[in-house]
């Protein structure tokens, strides 16, 4: 099953009004949060909110995780009760920094199926990486588990954990941003980039995540319902590329045709590289396109 996931807002879950508005967005998935959003006198009136609005079908039909608590909470426990795989598609796990920790949650997960009469395997798991602990063990991280989708980068825990500022954040994530996704891509799984944090700067969100999109991440975690359609343009194929891709598949298809093993496009040799790289274009557009064709939101 593909996933997409170019924008992936995280909603309070104690906030109706929030999750009114996260319920008529266009966000490709919504990340019910239970953890750092919500107050911890606030977390029981959150599960409850938000089994209300689960069991009310409101979000039915929509890609749907819950950011739970750390391991050894007793918050951990109480946010288990609701998970439940027929309706929340996976969950985000805060603070991961090693393989044990995933293992203990897969284990905890796999307690959710059998309660519930699911396949084992059946909730995902998009781990939070966003310590340096985490971006050191990222690749054993990623490989760890047949449940995860996804590697969710988190860059303001992230910088605090290296005592960095916020003067130079972008040249301070060149380093996890680039280790996230290799460890993502080689493991076939989606890289998603840091929240941007300045919520009405649309032309700095696009410089910012465009840059993440030419590094190889496939979507961003966003705050604010502002930035789901900047995301959802920034994770696909522009026009361009697009038509770059078609203009190198018809380059290569007519130089076969000709019985040519070489082909070039505006001077330029087409090797394979190049063929890949437009293949996956024209894959990525035409799921962009058939995820907006069928109606999903």
Not at 231 to 246: D, I, K, L, Q, T
Not at 254 to 270: H, I, P, Q, Y
Request: aromatic letters at 6%.
């Amino acid at each position: 099953m593909k996933y997409l996931l170019r924008s992936m807002l995280f909603v309070p879950a104690y906030n109706e009004k929030f999750l009114d508005k996260a319920a008529g967005s266009e966000a490709d998935a919504i990340i019910f949060d239970l953890e750092d959003a919500v107050p911890p006198e606030k977390r029981e009136a959150a599960r409850e909110i938000l089994g209300r609005y689960l069991a009310e079908g409101v979000f039915d039909g929509r890609q749907l995780f819950v950011r739970i608590n750390e391991l050894g909470s007793r918050d951990l426990m109480r946010d288990l009760e609701l998970i439940d795989g027929n309706r929340i598609l996976g969950v985000v796990p805060p603070k991961i920094k090693e393989v044990s920790q995933i293992q203990e949650i897969s284990g905890l997960l796999k307690k959710c199926e059998e309660r519930d009469g699911l396949k084992e395997g059946t909730i995902k798991l998009l781990p939070m990486i966003e310590t340096a602990g985490a971006v050191a063990n990222v690749q054993g991280i990623a490989g760890s588990s047949g449940r995860i989708i996804a590697l969710l980068f988190g860059g303001e825990d992230y910088l605090d954990s290296i005592w960095g500022t916020h003067e130079y954040s972008a040249k301070a994530f060149e380093m996890p941003r680039a280790m996230v996704v290799m460890a993502a891509r080689m493991n076939g799984l989606l890289p998603i980039d840091t929240p941007y944090l300045d919520l009405k700067n649309e032309e700095g969100f696009m410089a910012e995540e465009r840059m993440a999109y030419s590094m190889g991440f496939a979507g961003a975690l966003v705050v604010n319902p502002i930035q789901i359609p900047w995301a959802n343009r920034c994770f696909g194929p522009s026009e361009e590329e697009v038509a770059h891709a078609r203009a190198v598949l018809e380059t290569v298809e007519k130089a076969k045709e000709e019985g040519r093993s070489v082909a070039t496009l505006e001077g330029k040799l087409v090797g394979p590289p190049m063929l890949k790289r437009a293949n996956k274009v024209m894959e990525w557009a035409e799921e962009i396109a058939r995820h907006e064709r069928n109606g999903a939101k």
